[in-house]
């Protein structure tokens, strides 16, 4: 028998699976969801690090700006910064703390309710339920992350002013350091996020600027007038 007539009665016997245009489509489809990420489970403690670091440096500086627009004293503007940052701190820890505990209570009483389900419809789940536990948000890790990370951005004002006497400079480099921590925070978050980093950067240095601005000029008002 020929080769070409044994082969044929093989490829009869045993028919070899063709690719189609399907199968060809579907394959790089999976390779690209299993590369895809779910940034959003990043939001949690994006908020409670690059986004504390915002509020302690806004907040800082702006009350640092505030003072220095009526007493050009080093002394008081590094001590109303230093009460700023521990203020901030703690306001930070205890509302994260809460927050997170009000969460952490709702997810415990839902698991409560899936397991009392569960009983009356016996399911194989304990490796679910740990992996549910795990999950399970930490309010004294949410606490110190976002105390922590506050504290880091009001350093930043505070570093910039404690070396420098002379008013008009201490004022500018409060400013130009502030200025450059917000492009970078913004930047950060914008990164880790996966959002548009050009925007999300803009926002943030906007906003730092226009609080800053208002609080000195507010200030300047009121301790000029003599109240």
């Known amino acids: ?3 070409n007539s044994q082969a044929s009665l093989i490829e009869g016997k045993y028919p070899i699976p063709a690719m189609t245009n399907l199968d060809l489509e579907h394959q790089p489809t999976q390779d690209l969801n299993n590369d ?3 940034y959003s489970k990043r939001s949690q403690w994006l908020r409670a690090a690059v986004l504390g670091a915002n509020d302690g440096l806004i907040s800082t500086a702006s009350l640092m700006m505030g ?3 009526v007493k050009q004293d080093i002394k008081a503007m590094i001590l109303t910064g230093f009460a700023g940052l521990v203020a901030g701190a703690c306001s930070m820890a205890i509302g994260e703390f809460v927050s997170v505990y009000s969460q952490l209570d709702i997810e415990v009483a839902q698991m409560k309710r899936d397991n009392m389900n569960k009983q009356n419809s016996p399911v194989a789940g304990g ?4 992996e549910e536990k795990e999950n399970l948000p930490n309010p004294l890790q949410a606490a110190a992350a976002s105390a922590l990370a506050f504290s880091v951005g009001a350093m930043v004002p505070l570093l910039a002013a404690s070396f420098i006497r002379e008013y008009r400079a201490r004022i500018g480099a409060v400013a130009a350091a502030v200025t450059l921590a917000l492009l970078v ?3 950060l978050g914008a990164a880790l996020g996966k959002a548009p980093v050009i925007r999300s950067t803009v926002r943030v ?3 730092g600027w226009l609080a800053m601005a208002i609080t000195f000029g507010l200030t300047k008002l009121i301790g000029s007038s003599g109240l």
């Open 1 to 3: 028998m020929a080769p």
């Open 36 to 38: 895809d990420f779910d």
């Open 67 to 69: 003072v220095g627009a």
């Open 127 to 130: 490796d679910e339920e740990e």
């Open 185 to 187: 925070f913004g930047w």
């Open 205 to 207: 240095l906007v906003g």
